[in-house]
């Protein structure tokens, strides 16, 4: 019995360790590795460089009082189209009470030497009819009633100034309405009915009734870093992407860029300004938030390669082809413009050739059939 149970157990050290070594064998082989390979392609490659920024009206106006008063009323709402002289809003004037006063005093002064410039020049225009005075004696009168009576206009319209903003003389002309000065469309009204407003003078720039831009014609504002900037050149075109219509591309034409940067964030950013292509069916609003791609460099319908595929050696360019299954051989190339995800292969393999695609490959042979 022990006989048998020593047996049984040499056999069973005997099989755990063939299984080990058997085990440890496997282990230690090494699976042969299959590489996949890719061919040529046709397509576009557009060297660019990333620029943000927003869409802007190329014109726009703030529009300001040129008196000061209370907002009476506002004829327009943000959205209207609207023509050069048109109404915006109509101011009510608060008249100073120092001037006031001022003016009211003028108007009885020129009322008292208007009376008084009267009777003189009754009393000697009947002298001189009778011809009792000379012309040259009577002529003094004549002026000085003239000139009381124009002193008394002038007070009159003056005070009309003064608490109606329009005089006499003007008629329906008043600067107490406020009128656009240009054709466009109302960006905003920043001010309400019953708000009091300062008129735009040479030490105040005044309060901004409505803001007014032309929206047929816009432009894209934006930045560029400044290891960007050189790269760039007035007329290049862009290509614009608006975070609200992310469905829609614009086209756009680049028109000016800044002799000087800002520091902004710790790097310095360039202003640059270019031209929007506007589609008839697509609204523009100002202020869209925009990302615009500035093409450097287009080849349209040229034969590419991804750039990971790509080899060096010596400061030259090469790709393994395959000429055999699993077999390749170093082919040197001339490459063209890239993207950054595809290049321009120039020379050194035709359309049908496999390139070994040395970032993908299986570890499995029966994975390659």
């Known amino acids: 019995m022990k006989k048998i149970i020593r047996i049984s157990l040499f056999v069973a050290l005997g099989s755990l360790f063939i299984y080990t070594i058997f085990y440890l064998y496997n282990k230690n082989q090494q699976k042969p590795v299959v590489y996949k390979t890719i061919n040529m392609s046709e397509t576009d490659i557009v060297k660019k460089t990333l620029a943000t920024g927003s869409i802007v009206p190329r014109r726009e106006i703030n529009i300001k009082p040129q008196v000061s008063g209370i907002i009476e009323k506002i004829f327009v709402v943000a959205g209207t189209k609207v023509k050069k002289g048109d109404m915006i809003a109509r101011i009510k004037i608060i008249p100073n009470m120092l001037n006031l006063a001022n003016a009211e005093s003028r108007i009885s002064r020129a009322k008292i030497a208007l009376d008084n410039a009267k009777i003189d020049f009754d ?17 003094p009168y004549a002026l000085n009633f003239k ?22 003389a003007s008629g329906k002309v008043t600067n107490t309405i406020v009128r656009s000065t240009i054709d466009g469309m109302i960006l905003d009204i920043p001010v309400k009915e019953g708000g009091s407003v300062i008129e735009s003078n040479n030490f105040n720039e005044g309060t901004t009734i409505a803001s007014i831009a032309d929206m047929g014609e816009m432009i894209f504002d934006g930045k560029v870093d400044e290891s960007e900037v050189g790269k760039i050149r007035p007329n290049m075109p862009l290509i614009l992407t608006i975070g609200a219509l992310d469905t829609v591309k614009f086209d756009a034409s680049l028109e000016y860029i800044a002799p000087k940067g800002v520091k902004e964030n710790g790097a310095i950013q360039f202003q640059i300004k270019a031209k929007v292509n506007l589609q008839k069916d697509v609204f523009l609003r100002a202020g869209y938030s925009s990302t615009a791609d500035i093409v450097l460099a287009k080849r349209d319908k040229v034969m590419a390669l991804p750039e990971g595929v790509l080899q060096f050696e ?56």
């Open 123 to 139: 009393r000697y225009q009947k002298l001189y009819e009778q011809k009792m005075v000379s012309l040259q004696e009577y002529q």
């Open 147 to 168: 000139n009381s009576k124009e002193e008394l206009e002038a007070a009159e319209n003056n005070i009309a100034l003064i608490k109606e903003g329009v005089s006499k």
């Open 314 to 369: 010596n400061g030259k360019t090469f790709v393994e082809v395959e000429t055999a299954l699993q077999v390749f051989e170093k082919r040197f190339i001339q490459t063209g413009l890239s993207d950054g995800i595809n290049i321009e292969i120039l020379s050194g393999i035709s359309k049908g050739d496999k390139v070994k695609d040395i970032n993908a490959s299986s570890a499995e042979a029966e994975g390659k059939k």
